[in-house]
């Protein structure tokens, strides 16, 4: 979601425009430097586009100088920000401190959009043009107070936002049957689970144009629903030469994790975990797709054996302790309802969204109860946070200065026991202000 931050001297009316754009009849706070307030980030809306809307009105701190604070702001916002919405007071005209957020926001080289704020009628509205001086383009005459003026202010905002970045997934894609891949280095038993999920249901086979040649995926109902199981011709050929080529196989795992949203990584119990099996987990988190473990030839079992798997897992996989387990054998049929459970719960955790009230509450608990570790002697706070994106989810923690690794991995440790993300990686990134 894009991010749009509010910048602009104290009293040119930042939070009642804030209050406007959110649709909300909030007491006006009065633009205080020192003052910080508890949230910053709300969630909006235009023309049915969502974006973050970022309040910087309680980022000043106490620097000498207004013109000085008030620079630092918008440097710190326009650095946060996709398009900043720089406010003036069109009835005062361009101050020294109006003049220091130009030049501040011109180096940035992020899209700014112009408000001339407190045009409450056609009296001031020469004032506004007065603010083409600034030199940042068209200023918008708006009356925060009264909403004049404010749909043609966010028409520009909205035709600011970055272009979509290409989604990685084929948006003919998105409809239908949720998409899975079958993983696994060979013999694991990825036919034979195939063929036990089929034997018992209809299947249809889809040829997929475009992708590997002789790419077929199937469409198979599992417990009442259907589910398009990714490039099977890979998985069900009979000549296994390119599987035995470690290149092709990467190849083809990379193609069919594209296309898939959720993906199983087969495992054979009956032999020690391998090198290449990690490997296969491994790219599945780095593709950022849901992931469920499922261990096959459980029938193999030995008390011994799973002993020594128990502590494999624990070594080998720690890094997915957060992926759903499922024990099963291809061969009896041993637990094979239990994958669909599994996937619809990876699913979930990988299209979930918290939203931003809410999340920015839940910050606030964790860092009251843990706060982030001092580092150089300074103790970082953490502004806000947002969900920037799902399918994986996507945190950004605005923040005054780095947070430790280990601190990060707390936060997403306690995101997960909160809110689940079962079977979905889970990124968290820093923008920081310096
Ligand atoms: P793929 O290369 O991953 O597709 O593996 P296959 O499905 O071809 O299976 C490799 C071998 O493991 C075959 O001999 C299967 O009969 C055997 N196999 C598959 N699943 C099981 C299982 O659950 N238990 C046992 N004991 N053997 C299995």
Redesign the pocket.
């Known amino acids: 979601v894009p991010v749009v931050a509010v910048v602009g001297r104290p009293n040119v009316g930042k939070s009642s425009l804030v209050n406007r754009i959110i649709g909300r009849r909030e007491a006006v706070v009065e633009d205080v430097p020192g003052v910080t307030r508890d949230r910053v980030a709300y969630d909006a809306e235009w023309q049915d586009i969502p974006f973050t809307l970022v309040d910087t009105g309680g980022w000043e701190t106490s620097v000498s100088g207004l013109a000085a604070m008030v620079a630092r702001q918008a440097e710190y916002a326009a650095q946060a920000a996709d398009v900043v919405l720089f406010v003036v007071d069109a009835t005062v005209g361009i101050t020294d401190a109006d003049a220091a957020v130009t030049r501040v926001l011109r180096r940035a080289r992020k899209p700014v959009v112009l408000a001339a704020n407190k045009v409450d009628g056609r009296m001031q509205e020469a004032d506004a043009l007065e603010l083409w001086n600034l030199g940042v383009g068209e200023p918008y005459p708006i009356s925060a107070l009264h909403g004049r003026g404010t749909g043609d202010m966010l028409d520009a905002v909205v035709e600011a936002f970055p272009e979509k970045p290409e989604p990685v997934i084929d948006p003919v894609e998105e409809e239908g049957p949720p998409r899975i891949a079958l993983l696994?280095r060979?013999?694991?038993?990825?036919?034979?689970l195939l063929n036990r999920v089929a034997d018992e249901e209809r299947v249809v086979v889809d040829s997929v144009a475009g992708t590997t040649r002789d790419s077929v995926d199937e469409l198979i109902e599992l417990g009442g629903q259907t589910w398009k199981f990714i490039d099977t011709a890979g998985?069900r050929r009979r000549y296994r030469a390119l599987q035995g080529a470690d290149y092709y196989a990467t190849m083809r795992t990379g193609q069919a994790l594209e296309r898939a949203e959720v993906a199983v990584v087969?495992m054979d119990v009956?032999e020690p975990l391998a090198e290449q099996d990690i490997r296969v987990v491994e790219q599945v988190v780095e593709s950022g797709r849901g992931l469920v473990l499922a261990f096959?030839?459980?029938?193999?079992l030995d008390e011994e054996r799973r002993y020594y798997l128990e502590k494999e897992i624990d070594r080998q996989l720690s890094r997915v302790s957060w992926a759903p387990r499922v024990n099963v054998?291809?061969?009896?049929g041993r637990h094979m309802e239990k994958l669909v459970p599994a996937l619809e719960t990876s699913l979930a955790g990988w299209n979930q969204r918290i939203p931003t009230g809410q999340l920015n509450n839940w910050v606030k608990d964790q860092v009251a109860s843990t706060p982030p570790p001092a580092r150089g002697g300074k103790q970082p706070k953490i502004l806000f946070a947002t969900q920037a994106d799902a399918r994986p989810p996507h945190f950004i923690l605005f923040t005054t200065g780095f947070l430790e690794d280990n601190y990060r991995r707390f936060i997403e440790r306690r995101l997960r026991e909160d809110f689940g993300f079962e079977g979905s990686p889970v990124h968290i990134s820093m923008r920081i202000r310096e």
């Open positions: 696994g060979p013999n694991v038993g990825k036919s034979s998985i087969l009956s096959n030839k459980w029938d193999t054998s291809a061969r009896t």
